[in-house]
T-cell receptor, first 114, second 114 residues
Framework: NAGVMQNPRHLVRRRGQEARLRCSPM?????VYWYRQLPEEGLKFMVY????????ESGMPKERFSAEFPKEGPSILRIQQVVRGDSAAYFC????????????FGAGTRLSVL | SQKIEQNSEALNIQEGKTATLTCNYT??????LQWYRQDPGRGPVFLLL?????KEKRKERLKVTFDTTLKQSLFHITASQPADSATYLC?????????????FGQGTTLQVKP
């Protein structure tokens, strides 16, 4: 049973470009969570999604950031017009149907904005 | 809002000793509290979950306690090994309705010296 798969592992973008981060949850998991980890800081919740639904996006910046989890395919975290402050590690986690007690994390995507 | 405090200073111990890490939280008591391990460049890996009605939980060399009166959890690694060197994260549900969306402490880095 493959774990949570994130790609790309490393992503370099210039200021103003778009970044797309992908996350395939573990098989059988219907809940996806995105977290951001800035250098020397802890993991910060961004958004919680179920298939075709955004359940909680209270941790998402109001502008430029969006997330989706379509019926088919991976979850996507999209950052438009990236700025240097967006440079961070972005982690995706998934959990099975239910309360999502235990979350299984991917290896992360490290975004560098030049 | 709920906050988690972990000792930000690195913990250095000698191989074979017991490592004890502390996690304190403010505000409401969560239904459960979790501990994760994170290695450099990797995503967090779940270790243990302890529920509010449990005082102690064990798994091999790991032991977690949960004191809802003190609003504190202690994480112990007995007979520590250099391979235990990593950052350990404490996490709990970020809402009083226990919906599985986690908030994390900043983590405590453990260094076990041979």
């Amino acid at each position: 049973n493959a774990g949570v798969m994130q790609n790309p592992r490393h992503l370099v973008r210039r200021r103003g470009q778009e970044a797309r981060l992908r996350c395939s949850p573990m098989k059988g998991h219907s809940h996806v969570y995105w977290y951001r980890q800035l250098p020397e800081e802890g993991l910060k919740f961004m958004v919680y999604l179920q298939k075709e639904n955004i359940i909680d996006e209270s941790g998402m910046p109001k502008e430029r950031f969006s997330a989706e989890f379509p019926k088919e395919g991976p979850s996507i975290l999209r950052i438009q017009q990236v700025v240097r402050g967006d440079s961070a590690a972005y982690f995706c986690a998934s959990s099975p149907p239910g309360t999502g007690d235990i979350q299984y994390f991917g290896a992360g995507t490290r975004l560098s904005v030049l | 809002s709920q906050k988690i405090e972990q000792n930000s200073e690195a913990l250095n111990i000698q191989e074979g000793k017991t490592a004890t890490l502390t996690c304190n939280y403010t505000n409401y008591s969560p239904a459960y509290l979790q501990w994760y391990r994170q290695d450099p460049g990797r995503g967090p890996v779940f270790l243990l979950l302890i529920r509010e009605n449990e005082k102690e939980k064990r798994k091999e060399r790991l032991k977690v306690t949960f004191d809802t009166t003190l609003k504190q959890s202690l994480f112990h690694i007995t007979a520590s090994q250099p391979a235990d060197s990593a950052t350990y994260l404490c996490a709990l549900d970020r809402s009083s309705s226990n919906t599985g969306k986690l908030i994390f402490g900043q983590g405590t880095t453990l260094q076990v010296k041979p």
